[in-house]
Nanobody
């Protein structure tokens, strides 16, 4: 069993920055992927960025060059640094961790609200 706790959301003006954290307790073994997803009202949940246990990183086209995903293995924490934020980045951001070979090992955090507005 894995528990994920997100933090770092809030209200920020356009052009501002936020750093989200996803702290995990427990382990699901390798290979795994940790992803940041977001969901705005009325929209489907979408993948924003992901990082695998092997270090492969992917970003949605809409955030490339603005967001950076990273991890601190010692703290069992994954971060999402968000710069140059836009109003369209407003959403609830969720952290997910899943085993890449065992579909049953798939866990979500509770989400953290990010609001970009002047």
């Amino acid at each position: 069993q894995v528990q994920l706790v997100e933090s770092g959301g809030g209200l920020v003006q356009p052009g501002g920055s936020l750093r989200l954290s996803c702290a995990a307790s427990g382990s699901i073994g390798r290979p795994y992927a940790v992803g940041w997803y977001r969901q705005a009202p009325g929209d489907q949940r979408e993948l924003v960025a992901s990082i695998t246990s092997g270090g492969r990183i992917n970003y949605a086209d809409s955030v490339k060059g603005r967001f950076t995903i990273s991890r601190d293995n010692a703290k069992n924490t994954v971060y999402l640094q968000m710069n140059s934020l836009k109003p369209e980045d407003t959403a609830v951001y969720y952290c997910n961790v899943k085993h890449l070979l065992r579909a049953a090992y798939d866990y979500w955090g509770q989400g953290t609200q990010v609001t970009v507005s002047s």
